[in-house]
């Protein structure tokens, strides 16, 4: 039976580019392949087909010779049998090698063939910093030192000696990997002389041997705005770990932690503060002093009767909100405090006052009537 052309076999042009055949072979591969087919019992035949007019046609020589000369270029001995190679002599393992990259190279780690470039960025790093609540309430300018990799200035970079560029290296002629046959499969390696980066460097720089960065301290002024929280994160653009030979430098993440306050509790952008009275104020009503966030006093008036528990608000008086918005409130909370450690005569007014009270306490009372309530519907 008589070869098809290899151009009709993949359905493109005489005249196509090496990225147009690429794309049909890619395409026919896709429709081919045998797992894809089960139903069609002429799919293998198809796609070795396909493999064999891609290898000789990506090939500029062995295409130049088809162009020429067609099929007769590859007879009379030019072609070889076995070792993974197809009618014609062509390596279709090798040529489904390009295209099983190109189609799965997203799920297999995302690498480029043609190596990974000389340079690479950088890492990013985290930094935690602590504050206190009033610096959250302020805002300040805080200087940190970071340990982390700077650019060599020895090399400006490059990692080799005198700022000289990277050579191609030899092994994998910078491709970073090489290729090894195995039966019918072609097995690609990590490239074991320039580990992959598709260059190597005869003369390391002697200050950082040939990373082109070095470890180092870096002190540097942070911004935080006011309102910033626990779990805020500011980032510093290309402040983080110097590129590997030049690369571009990662970014800095600082983590804001907000320390307790021995005073205020936060909510938000509100406060909350809980504020002890004496038994007296709470009964009779009068002004007590409460602390504010920026270091201020501000005076509240307790009414008469309050209760533990109850809630005062200081509009305005909270932290200001981070991307504008105003200002959280305060809250007050009073705790009615019981005198300790009483004297003689100070028992014997409260047991005189408590007499002369009765009538003034009226949750007391009313818990009084359910109690004796409840005791006279069980006895009955």
Not at 45 to 54: D, L, P, S, V
Not at 108 to 113: A, I, K, L, T, W
């Given at each position: 039976m008589a070869k098809r052309d290899y151009y009709e076999v993949l359905g493109a042009s005489k005249g196509a580019s090496a990225d147009e055949l690429k794309k049909a072979y890619r395409q026919k591969a896709k429709e081919l392949h045998p797992?894809?087919?089960?139903?069609?019992?002429?799919?293998?035949?198809?796609?070795?087909?396909?493999?064999?007019?891609?290898?000789?046609?990506?090939?500029?020589?062995?295409?130049?010779?088809?162009?020429?000369?067609?099929?007769?270029?590859?007879?009379?001995?030019?072609?070889?049998?076995?070792?993974?190679?197809?009618p014609g002599g062509a390596d279709f393992s090798s040529a489904?090698?390009?295209?099983?990259?190109?189609?799965?190279?997203?799920?297999?780690?995302?690498?480029?063939?043609?190596?990974?470039?000389?340079?690479?960025?950088?890492?990013?790093?985290?930094?935690?910093?602590?504050?206190?609540?009033?610096?959250?309430?302020?805002?300040?300018?805080?200087?940190?030192?970071?340990?982390?990799?700077?650019?060599?200035?020895?090399?400006?970079?490059?990692?080799?000696?005198?700022?000289?560029?990277?050579?191609?290296?030899?092994?994998?002629?910078?491709?970073?990997?090489?290729?090894?046959?195995?039966?019918?499969?072609?097995?690609?390696?990590?490239?074991?002389?320039?580990?992959g980066v598709g260059q190597i460097i005869k003369n390391p720089c002697k200050t950082c041997g040939g990373a082109g960065r070095q470890q180092k301290e870096r002190s540097l002024s942070v911004n935080i705005p006011a309102g910033v929280e626990t779990g805020t994160r500011i980032r510093l653009a290309g402040e983080g770990e110097a590129g590997l030979r030049g690369g571009p430098s990662g970014d800095l993440y600082i983590f804001i932690e907000v320390k307790k306050h021995q005073l205020f509790e936060?909510?938000?952008?509100?406060?909350?503060?809980?504020?002890?009275?004496?038994?007296?104020?709470a009964a009779i009503g009068g002004d007590i002093e409460v602390p504010t966030i920026d270091g201020g006093k501000s005076r509240v008036k307790v009414p008469a009767g309050s209760q533990s528990g109850r809630q005062m608000r200081l509009r305005a008086k909270g932290i200001p909100a981070l991307r504008?918005?105003?200002?959280?409130?305060?809250?007050?909370?009073?705790?009615?405090?019981?005198?300790?450690?009483?004297?003689?005569?100070?028992?014997?007014?409260?047991?005189?006052?408590?007499?002369?009270?009765?009538?003034?306490?009226?949750?007391l009372s009313g818990f009084f009537k359910k109690m004796k309530s409840f005791w006279d519907s069980g006895a009955e």
């Open positions: 797992d894809r087919n089960s139903d069609n019992p002429n799919a293998e035949e198809q796609f070795k087909e396909a493999n064999e007019a891609y290898e000789v046609l990506k090939d500029a020589d062995k295409k130049a010779a088809y162009d020429r000369y067609g099929h007769a270029a590859f007879e009379g001995g030019m072609g070889g049998g076995g070792g993974g190679r197809g489904f090698s390009d295209v099983f990259e190109d189609l799965f190279g997203d799920f297999m780690g995302g690498q480029q063939r043609g190596g990974r470039g000389r340079a690479s960025r950088g890492s990013d790093l985290r930094y935690n910093l602590q504050i206190t609540l009033e610096d959250a309430f302020n805002g300040l300018q805080k200087s940190i030192t970071v340990p982390t990799s700077v650019s060599c200035g020895s090399c400006e970079g490059s990692g080799a000696e005198g700022g000289a560029e990277p050579q191609t290296c030899p092994t994998c002629s910078g491709m970073g990997k090489v290729r090894a046959q195995q039966g019918f499969f072609t097995v690609e390696r990590t490239c074991p002389t320039c580990s936060r909510d938000g952008s509100d406060l909350y503060c809980r504020v002890p009275v004496s038994m007296t104020t504008g918005g105003g200002q959280g409130d305060m809250f007050i909370e009073l705790a009615v405090e019981t005198p300790v450690n009483l004297t003689g005569k100070q028992k014997e007014l409260l047991r005189e006052f408590e007499e002369m009270s009765k009538e003034n306490n009226p949750e």
